[in-house]
């Protein structure tokens, strides 16, 4: 089945450092993928998303790369801040015998340092 | 105002009771979810709901059933909880069932079975 692995945690780095969280995925088929971000105390929220292959997706600074050939969607940041410390999920859209749903990652708890 | 509202938002069951989630939101989307979250396990999938009295188990329903009566509104129910129930439960909503489509989450419930 579809599945999704992601750079286990904790990370933790100081401020203006760079991140990189990686993530790599298993389908058969064309998913639109995601990231996911949650800060202490709150619900998951769209990061961003990419629905085709070898298109970037960006925001708040944060990008990553639809690579369907090396199957992979690895996060980065040039250069964190202290607000950044958050659970970053990796996620992928799958369409199975129950209906379309997404499959995230374990999550990766990122800190960082002033 | 897009929101996701969950009830409540913390709770302490004794093992053998009844457990009731409550979920919200006021998108008028179709599709809604709930998901708990563990350390080291993400977040999994127990019930997708795609209308009213349109529900599909995920990929961990045992021990779990929901109901959904208004589009709006989607219950999670425990019946004679168990202490391996105990975890962080996310209800999340969508538009559609595409499987790109952005998730909307609550902020939580955290259960405890003692």
């Known amino acids: 089945g579809d599945s999704v692995t992601q750079t286990e945690g904790p990370v933790t780095l100081s401020e203006g450092t760079s991140l990189t969280v990686n993530c790599s995925y298993e389908?058969?088929?064309?998913?639109?993928l995601f990231w996911y971000v949650q800060y202490p105390g709150e619900g998951p929220q769209l990061l961003f998303k990419?629905?085709?292959?070898?298109e970037k997706g960006s925001n708040r600074g944060f990008e990553a790369t639809y690579n369907k050939e090396a199957t992979s969607f690895h996060l980065q940041k040039a250069s964190v801040q202290e607000s950044d410390s958050a659970v970053y999920y990796c996620?992928?859209?799958?369409?199975?015998?129950?209906?379309?749903?997404?499959?995230f990652g374990i999550g990766t708890l990122l800190s960082v340092k002033p | 105002d897009m929101k996701v509202t969950q009830m409540p938002r913390y709770l302490i069951k004794r093992m053998g009771e009844n457990v009731l989630l409550e979920c919200g939101q006021d998108?008028?989307?179709?599709?809604m979810y709930w998901y708990r979250q563990d350390p080291g396990l993400g977040l999994q999938l127990i019930y997708i709901?795609?209308?009213?009295?349109?529900?599909s188990e995920g990929d961990i329903p045992k021990g779990y059933r929901v109901s959904r009566k208004k589009r709006e509104h989607f219950s999670l129910i425990l019946d004679s909880a168990k202490t391996n129930q105990t975890s962080v439960y996310f209800c999340?909503?969508?538009?559609?069932?595409?499987?790109?489509?952005?998730?909307?989450f609550g902020e939580g419930s955290r259960l405890i079975v003692v």
């Open positions: 999340a909503s969508s538009y559609g069932t595409v499987s790109g489509n952005t998730l909307y």
């Open positions: 389908t058969k088929q064309y998913p639109t």
């Open positions: 990419v629905p085709k292959a070898n």
């Open positions: 996620a992928l859209g799958s369409y199975g015998s129950s209906g379309n749903k997404l499959i």
């Open positions: 998108m008028s989307h179709e599709t």
């Open positions: 709901s795609y209308d009213v009295d349109s529900n």
